[in-house]
């Protein structure tokens, strides 16, 4: 039997941990103060988040997994996760005790603030486990700083400052972990170019088989998929190393590989634009034009 835990209140989360919840939409747990989890060895459990969850972890282990790899733990790693994530965590101990701090808070909390307009821009939420963020020891402090004045404000009597302070300082925390990821994208540059390598490679086994006429033009999902990556770490590694979004990297290497295809003298535009995945002749005449300046037909008289 699959073992399914639901996480859709803060209070979910902290009765999980068996711990009093301060704030019904807001909550900073010390986890290695709470008891440990009664899951057995080789447990499997299914974790349903429908609040955002921000995890600091204080461990040098592998001792649980995400899906089908390891989780990459370091001291003072952060992980996210928002709503609509499932986790399959597999607890490789019996009776295993956690360390480290969890921030959660509810999509409500953040209602009617600057977080809340803007809390599609950290698109971290969405990224996979082993896409997690890796903080230096100053970042690390830094993060249980604020990690603290939250939990000072929520020790205090709720009052008409309370959201606001409140949400705020999830903000700030927030900001800071969009420059410590840039940070991370630009010291991991090397395993960032590989990944580009891997991406050629990926395009150029994606027009040699059937799967242009099959499924259509790659996708930026389908690309990252075939990294082991979300969607939205791709996009941003591909933002980050060469200064355009992923569907425009897509979209160059189509049109390097097209530029290929119409010096074949026996198949015409139509053809080579079936070739490539385009449904309609006329949709890729019209994205060539657009990227080269000129139509496929005349890019073949030209050269």
Wanted: net charge negative; proline share 4%.
């Amino acid at each position: 039997m699959e073992n399914i835990v639901y996480f859709n209140t803060v209070t979910d989360y902290n009765n999980s941990c068996k711990q009093p919840t301060l704030h019904p939409l807001v909550s900073i747990l010390d986890l290695s103060k709470c008891p440990p989890r009664e899951w057995q060895a080789g447990t499997t459990v299914k974790m349903n988040f429908g609040i955002y969850a921000v995890f600091l972890k204080d461990v040098v282990c592998g001792d649980i997994r995400y899906g089908r790899n390891y989780y990459d733990y370091q001291e003072g790693t952060l992980v996210f996760a928002g709503p609509g994530q499932v986790w399959d965590v597999e607890y490789e101990m019996s009776n295993y005790q956690p360390h480290g701090h969890v921030l959660l808070f509810h999509p409500d909390l953040i209602k009617g603030t600057s977080l809340g307009k803007f809390i599609g821009d950290y698109q971290f939420f969405s990224y996979k486990t082993n896409e997690a963020l890796h903080l230096s020891e100053r970042e690390r402090q830094l993060v249980l700083d604020l990690f603290n004045k939250i939990h000072f404000e929520l020790q205090q009597s709720i009052d008409k400052h309370s959201k606001k302070l409140i949400a705020s300082n999830i903000e700030l925390f927030l900001n800071y972990c969009d420059r410590f990821y840039d940070r991370q994208f630009i010291i991991r540059e090397n395993v960032n170019k590989g990944i580009l390598e891997k991406f050629e490679e990926v395009m150029a086994d994606y027009f040699t088989s059937d799967r242009p006429q099959e499924i259509g033009l790659p996708s930026v999902a389908y690309c990252a998929d075939a990294l082991h990556l979300s969607p939205n770490y791709f996009g941003d590694l591909v933002k980050k190393e060469t200064g355009k979004s992923a569907q425009e990297y897509i979209q160059a290497k189509l049109i390097d590989i097209a530029k290929e295809k119409i010096f074949d003298p026996n198949k015409s535009v139509s053809e080579i634009a079936y070739d490539l995945g385009f449904k309609y002749p006329q949709h890729f005449t019209r994205l060539f034009k657009l990227k080269v300046g000129v139509s496929p037909n005349e890019y073949r008289s030209l050269n």
